[in-house]
């Protein structure tokens, strides 16, 4: 499998707190890797480095032959425009539209965009499409904004805690739904949580301890989102 991102000595302080402490990765295409770790251990912040949403204070991040630590500005928001989905906790969904127009916010111009049709059924949403955000239940919301970040075909999907507002059977739903939408278009996520359980469902654990990688492994024997149990 190829490489799509890699780190090198990844840093980050934010005054004098050390919160990454050279962290040196790689992340093979069209897998789902899931980055474990306790509140406060880094996961998000990581993460948003990867995404280019966060300078990291030394080190770099590598995407394909390009090093996006590097990059301007200008470059770095063509980058994510083009290349980058991101699925929050928050949905974010835009109160005035209808499910359908928060779905096509996400198409980019100048490039094929996956499937509406398809997405919306993979999603099980196809029944919600006329409806208005105030109108749907938090996992209902969770899955238009996965469709709305997914519909122009990132190359990398980063979801930071996509389940944490929502009740066990819902982020289990989700995390299925992900798991599909990721064979179906042969997609790349990385994905943080504090739930062991989802990352069992992962290709790959990385887990994260006080700003290090404190273990990175492959996961032979991925469970599927149904055989989760929650504590
Ligand atoms: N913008 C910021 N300014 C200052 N400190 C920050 C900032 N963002 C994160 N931190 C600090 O960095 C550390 C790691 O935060 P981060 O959000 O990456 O952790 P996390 O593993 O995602 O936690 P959680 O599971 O609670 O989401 C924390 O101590 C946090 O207070
Ligand atoms: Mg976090």
Redesign the pocket.
């Known amino acids: 499998m190829e490489i799509i991102m890699k780190t090198e000595n990844l840093a980050k302080d934010?005054g004098k707190?050390h919160?990454l402490k050279g962290i040196t990765l790689t992340i093979h295409e069209h897998t789902f890797t899931a980055i474990l770790?306790?509140?406060?251990?880094?996961?998000?912040?990581?993460l948003n480095i990867l995404s280019g949403l966060v300078k990291p204070t030394r080190g770099s991040v590598w995407c394909g032959n390009e090093i996006i630590s590097d990059f301007g500005e200008k470059q770095l928001a063509g980058w994510k425009r083009v290349e980058v989905g991101n699925v929050f906790q928050e949905y974010l969904l835009l109160d005035n539209l209808t499910v359908q127009e928060n779905i096509k916010i996400g198409i980019c111009p100048h490039k094929p965009s996956l499937s509406f049709d398809r997405l919306v059924r993979i999603l099980q949403i196809e029944e919600l499409l006329n409806r208005f955000p105030a109108e749907l239940s938090g996992g209902q919301q969770q899955r238009v904004s996965i469709a709305r970040a997914v519909i122009k075909s990132p190359r990398l999907l980063f979801c930071d805690?996509a389940t944490g507002s929502l009740d066990e059977e819902n982020s289990k739903n989700v995390v299925e739904l992900l798991h599909n939408l990721q064979s179906a278009f042969d997609m790349t996520i990385l994905f943080?949580t504090?739930n062991p359980q989802i990352a069992r469902t992962a290709d790959r654990i990385i887990t994260?301890k006080n700003g290090a990688v404190q273990s990175d492994m492959r996961n032979e024997h991925p469970i599927t989102a149904r055989k989760m149990v929650w504590g």
């Open positions: 934010y707190e919160v770790g306790p509140s406060g251990s880094g996961k998000s912040t990581l805690e943080t504090h994260m």
